[in-house]
């Protein structure tokens, strides 16, 4: 079954015309799992993300480590189950101090995707 897809960047439903887009890829999954702060989805407390923690973290090396590590571990779901056979995490700065940016590649049987994602830091 298809979604609707998110533009990460407005953070919407995206339109195609009249009607919503369809995403057939993992571009929602890998958008909601990085998105939601881990423990406040009320079915599943294990699920999301700890990047929000990074909101009032300073610029350097190691805010950049912990954007990889909390992005991988908040997508590990999709290794666990089986739908994607790796994925790999790399930060850069978008603006010091600002906002991270964050390039996802996900491995699955049927190629590779790369997505982006936004983190707002200090």
């Not at 609707?4 to 015309?17: F, T």
């Amino acid at each position: 079954m298809s979604d609707i897809r998110i533009d990460p960047a407005r953070q919407d439903y995206v339109q195609d015309g009249s009607q919503y887009a369809v995403c057939d890829d993992l571009g929602n999954r890998v958008y909601l799992l990085l998105s939601i702060e881990r423990g406040s989805l009320l079915g599943d407390a294990g699920v999301g993300s700890l990047l929000h923690l990074l909101m009032r973290a300073k610029a350097g090396p190691d805010t950049l480590r912990l954007a990889q590590d909390y992005a991988m571990d908040a997508l590990q779901p999709l290794i666990a189950d089986g739908t994607a056979l790796s994925v790999q995490a790399t930060a850069a700065w978008r603006t010091p101090g600002v906002g991270i940016l964050l390039t996802i590649v996900v491995e699955q049987a049927s190629g590779r995707s790369i997505f982006t994602h936004y983190v707002p830091v200090g």
